[in-house]
């Protein structure tokens, strides 16, 4: 699996409540929040994001409420994986949980810019800024994570067993 797209960058602690405010939580639709994802942050993000786009962040990305609406909205708005220094625990749980890849890279994290072309292979970890010409080596999922992302979820992939 791989995911290629152009960089929104954000720096540390970026919480759930900037991914997705809290005002907008009475819609539990994807595409009601994918209108509103990241707007409290980047006002521009929602205009300017492409399908298969990719989202780069510092430390602590996700930190604040373990609310599933903000990888949900995340994904809804197009966006391929998110690469970061670290996440938020429940955030990564969360968003295993309903398909969307992140990974945990403080290389990469650092080193890509804003608008820098990346793509990232999820087979072998390796996150390629084909701006700059870099490589960067991430852990790469376990198959059974893999098996849940392509399954788009938790539930499609337990409900795919049966």
């Given amino acids: 699996m791989k995911a ?14 900037v991914i997705i405010p809290a005002r ?22 929602v205009n300017n994001v492409k399908q298969g786009d990719i989202i780069v962040a510092d430390k602590n990305f996700g930190c604040g409420s373990s609310r599933e ?5 995340i994904k809804a708005a197009g966006v391929s994986c998110v690469i970061a220094e670290t996440f938020a625990r429940i955030f990564y749980r ?10 945990e890279c403080p290389e990469a994290a650092k080193a890509i ?3 820098d072309e990346v793509e990232v292979d999820f087979d072998s970890g390796v996150i390629t800024d084909k701006t700059t010409g870099e490589s960067f080596k991430a ?16 539930i499609n992939y337990i409900n795919s067993k049966k």
């Fill in 4 to 17: 290629e797209g152009k960089v929104f960058k954000y720096g540390d602690n970026v919480d759930t409540d």
């Fill in 24 to 45: 907008y939580l009475n819609s539990s639709d994807p595409k009601e929040l994918a209108l509103h994802c990241m707007e409290d942050i980047d006002k521009d993000f």
């Fill in 69 to 73: 609406h903000a990888p949900i909205a």
């Fill in 94 to 103: 969360n968003s295993i949980n309903i398909g969307l890849p992140i990974m």
């Fill in 113 to 115: 810019k804003a608008g």
């Fill in 139 to 154: 852990q790469p999922f376990p198959e059974f994570m893999q098996e849940i992302i392509k399954a788009e979820g938790l």
